[in-house]
Nanobody, 120 residues
Framework: PQELVESGGGSVQTGGSLKLSCAAS?????MYWFRQPPGQQREGVAI???????TYTDSVKGRFTISRDSAKNILYLQMNSLKPEDTAMYFC?????????????????WGKGTLVTISS
């Protein structure tokens, strides 16, 4: 079985909102959202650690929020004020800490992704 399963992707217009979900069958210190725009490399979007600390890449600060329902073990990414440049395949990932903190390296688990398309 897949340890991480994303859902919630879709097509919306500029300025719209989407909420992505990632159902996890594993519990691990660091949870992430990555994205890969068409023809580009995968990039880290947001990090959530078990202490509740969050980190965001600059391009999504103030617009995206990462959170988790610990009881259900579901990771979320609330995306508001969406822009065409947010169009990408979004991936959920999980991994241990490195140097005692969560970093965009060394993922242990990956989901298969969910597609987000923003039209202008």
């Amino acid at each position: 079985p897949q340890e991480l399963v994303e859902s919630g992707g879709g097509s919306v217009q500029t300025g719209g909102s989407l909420k992505l979900s990632c159902a996890a069958s594993v519990r691990i210190r660091c949870m992430y959202w990555f994205r890969q725009p068409p023809g580009q490399q995968r990039e880290g979007v947001a990090i959530l650690d078990t202490g509740g600390g969050t980190t965001y890449t600059d391009s999504v600060k103030g617009r995206f929020t990462i959170s988790r329902d610990s009881a259900k073990n579901i990771l979320y990414l609330q995306m508001n004020s969406l822009k065409p440049e947010d169009t990408a395949m979004y991936f959920c990932a999980a991994g241990p800490t490195y140097g005692d903190r969560c970093q965009y390296v060394g993922m242990r688990y990956w989901g298969k992704g969910t597609l987000v398309t923003i039209s202008s």
